[in-house]
């Protein structure tokens, strides 16, 4: 069984890579390249926040269980 944590992860990984090759670029970033890189940042927002719905949760469960 897969971790779906993993995927996540491997997701924000790369979306990460890619603000960051945006931010390297030597010419001055265009419209596009803004819209892109605020884009990427708001996928990155919400990847992180079902990581934490997810971690939550599976705090969460034990303590449930033993009540």
Do not use: C
Request: aromatic share 6%; charged share 35%.
């Amino acid at each position: 069984m897969t971790d779906p944590a993993f995927a996540i992860k491997r997701e924000v990984h790369q979306l990460v890579d890619r603000q960051i090759e945006t931010l390297r670029q030597p010419s001055g970033l265009t419209v596009s390249d803004l819209s892109d890189y605020r884009e990427r940042s708001e996928q990155i927002t919400t990847l992180y926040r079902e990581l934490d719905q997810m971690r939550r949760a599976n705090f969460e469960r034990p303590l449930r269980t033993a009540s």
